[in-house]
């Protein structure tokens, strides 16, 4: 079965400070790993999506990192902002859809709370 | 660029109502999805249509209904609302299958 595990569920960090969030994933055959921002009441943003061949890919001060092999991934949040308070999704699609699902995993998400 | 609307944002229904949950998207999209998010649980996939005139069912699809008979619109129906179908409802679209997903802004559900 697919599965895509965030780690932490919850993170709470100083202003200013950097972080890492963790997503690990079993989904095959592999398409391409979505990172998502989803701020308190509103839907999920598109913050990076990345294919097999990309291990590495920023959007400002995220920077996603892929690592095909081991079925990993992480999010970098540099110089962490106020405004980073959110959930963050990761999700992983399959080339192929089929039984009763689109090919998408979902996450459960990382809940990150930046302190002032 | 107004991307995917959801229509309305909050709902109060009593155990046995029906009603229909709106989302029409203006970015020419064929794959549009919906999603209900609940505590703990994460978005879980309800229905998904690959194409107007196409829909198929998701991982929890029981109690709810949806049609595409344009590129547009996908609106969820609900038949008989339950307590257990109190949620946030997420519509999204993208340009295929694999393709960047974008969402609305959710629809809040009570049903009492």
């Known amino acids: 079965k697919n599965q895509v595990e965030q780690s932490p569920q919850s993170l709470i960090i100083l202003e200013g400070k950097n972080c890492t969030l963790q997503?690990?994933?079993?989904?095959?055959?592999?398409?391409?790993l979505r990172w998502y921002k989803q701020d308190t009441g509103r839907g999920p943003v598109s913050l990076t999506i990345?294919?097999?061949?990309?291990n590495t890919k920023s959007n400002g001060r995220y920077t996603a990192t892929l690592d095909a092999d081991t079925k990993q991934s992480s999010l970098h949040i540099t110089a962490s902002q106020l405004s980073d308070s959110a959930s963050y999704i990761c999700?992983?699609?399959?080339?192929?859809?089929?039984?009763?699902?689109?090919?998408?995993?979902f996450g459960k998400g990382t809940h990150l709370i930046i302190q002032p | 660029n107004a991307g995917v609307t959801q229509t309305p944002k909050f709902q109060v229904l009593k155990t046995g109502q029906s009603m229909t949950l709106q989302c029409a998207q203006d970015?020419?999209?064929?794959?549009m999805s919906w999603y209900r998010q609940d505590p703990g649980m994460g978005l879980r996939l309800i229905h998904y249509?690959?194409?107007?005139?196409?829909?198929d069912q998701g991982e929890v699809p029981n109690g709810y209904n949806v049609s595409r008979s344009t590129t547009e619109d996908f609106p969820l129906r609900l038949l008989s609302a339950a307590p257990s179908q109190t949620s946030v409802y997420f519509c999204?679209?993208?340009?295929?299958?694999?393709?960047?997903?974008?969402f609305g802004e959710g629809s809040r559900l009570t049903v009492l």
């Open positions: 999204a679209s993208s340009r295929g299958r694999t393709g960047e997903l974008f």
């Open positions: 997503c690990n994933y079993t989904v095959s055959p592999f398409s391409n």
């Open positions: 990345m294919t097999f061949s990309e």
């Open positions: 999700v992983v699609s399959a080339i192929k859809a089929g039984g009763g699902a689109d090919g998408l995993t």
């Open positions: 970015m020419n999209h064929e794959y």
């Open positions: 249509s690959v194409g107007a005139g196409i829909t």
